[in-house]
């Protein structure tokens, strides 16, 4: 499949997973084609769309976990920071997702 | 001048704009893709991200300081910038 019409395929998807979680995608529109461009290559490399900022660990059990959206494997961390690790969503009240750091568990009172 | 390097991904937003906050300061620094090195490199690099209790990238090292995530103001702290 061509890549813009998976990347639309994924965001068709993802929209109604993500929604009733309390996120939404980022606003930065350009941040959000290249995060979604990121995860069309990952799924052709590995048949799954893992998360671009996130490794995998060659491990099924914890790879999984890495899925987009990953939200409900790391819900309390990203409530936290009002958005996931690589920023693809956000909490539905960000208007301005530049000024939410990319903050780990630890510095945000977690683990 | 602390060493500063860093463990990134390739396909990570926030991994290259780590690399570009510090080579927009002229500071050099080391890099590894984690996903294109190879399988012994990636365990090594995943046994020192769980000793250090870090999950996600960017993994940027200044001196001794172990900062996770693109944290600018974090970084220019550590440099003392």
């Known amino acids: 499949m061509e890549t813009e019409s998976r990347k639309k395929a994924l965001h068709y998807f993802f929209d109604k997973v993500v929604g009733p979680l309390g996120f939404k995608f980022t606003p930065d529109v350009e941040l959000m084609d290249f995060l979604l461009e990121q995860e069309v290559v990952l799924e052709g490399k590995h048949g799954i769309p893992f998360c671009p900022c996130q490794p995998l660990r060659h491990d099924r059990a914890r790879d999984m976990q890495i899925v987009c959206p990953c939200i409900p494997f790391h819900r309390e961390h990203f409530d936290a920071i009002k958005r996931c690790w690589c920023g693809l969503f956000v909490h539905k009240d960000v208007m301005d997702p530049d000024s939410l750091p990319q903050l780990p568990p630890k510095d945000v009172g977690l683990e | ?81």
């Open chain 2, 1 to 81: 001048m602390k060493e500063v390097s860093m463990y990134t991904l390739s396909t990570c937003p926030w991994c290259r704009k780590a690399k570009k906050f510090f080579a927009d300061r002229n500071i050099p620094f080391n890099y590894i893709d984690y996903d294109l090195a190879d399988e012994a490199t990636q365990g090594k690099i995943m046994q020192e991200l769980d000793a250090a209790g870090v999950t996600g990238f960017p993994y940027v090292k200044i001196g001794d300081e172990v900062i996770s995530g693109y944290q600018p103001e974090r970084y220019s702290s550590a440099l003392r910038l």
